[in-house]
């Protein structure tokens, strides 16, 4: 039995790297997509990954309902929003898999209309440490539908300083805009891990001063012992 609406159910794996076995888009070529990725990374190593996704429609008849995103299998706290506000989300767990099922509060029928979804989630997935230095990979997107927009954007706690190596280099700092290649990969490496510039409370830290005043304090001592030496010899 047909409808006149078609009702879409649109399953979009957004996290897709060979960190997470890979996952790619499952065909909607009733939608291209917008994509917009922020992931903020903490001291404690620790990924706020944010993704504002639009869907536009490319029919006159069909419009999303639900989304489905692929996320690591340590992901925690994972929220969406619509424009009607936050959405309901099912965690589930298949085949080694971990998925979000996200049912959308906003329908937006008719070709060219759009309907739009933040989700959020945290992960300790994207940073892997080795004895002298660390790596931060970003998965890349892979997808057969039309992509109208896809840019991604990092930012770091200061003490991490700058990257050692980026692959591949941004044209806007920490910024990458690949709505060409979203498939593209993008790594970062950084230099020895950032560790507190605490003293141990065993070691009591000698100044310039006191240390200049001991060898004066010794030479003097010296001096007398050795006048005194003199005295008593003659």
């Known amino acids: ?32 997509l917008s994509i917009s990725s922020d992931y903020q990374f903490h001291p404690d190593f620790s990924t706020t990954v944010t ?36 959405t309901k989300v099912t965690i589930s767990q298949d085949t080694g898999t971990k998925r979000a099922q996200i049912q959308l509060n906003e329908t937006a029928l008719g070709e060219g209309n759009a309907t739009s979804v933040v989700v959020s989630f945290d992960t300790n997935e994207l940073i892997k440490k080795d004895q002298e230095t660390f790596h931060i990979t970003i998965p890349g997107f892979s997808t057969q539908e039309s992509m109208d927009s896809y840019t991604i954007s990092l930012s770091f706690p200061p003490e991490w300083g700058e990257p050692k190596r980026i692959i591949p280099a941004p044209k806007v700092r920490y910024q990458w805009d690949l709505s ?55």
């Not at 069909?62 to 969406?80: I, K």
């Open 51 to 86: 993704k504002k996704i639009a869907m536009i429609n490319l029919n006159t008849n069909t419009y999303a309902s639900l989304y489905v995103l692929d996320v690591p299998n340590d992901a925690a706290n994972v929220l969406a929003f619509d424009k009607k506000g936050k």
């Open 1 to 32: 039995m047909f409808r006149n609406l078609t009702h879409i159910v649109l399953l979009i794996l957004t996290l897709v790297s060979c960190l997470f076995l890979g996952t790619r888009l499952v065909r909607a070529q009733n939608f291209k």
């Open 180 to 234: 060409l290649r979203p498939e593209t990969q993008i790594t970062l490496s950084f230099g020895t891990e950032p560790t507190p510039s605490v003293v141990p409370s065993d070691i009591v830290p000698v100044s310039y001063v006191h240390l200049v005043g001991g060898i004066a304090f010794g030479i003097i001592l010296f001096t007398l012992i050795a006048a005194l030496a003199r005295r008593i010899l003659t």
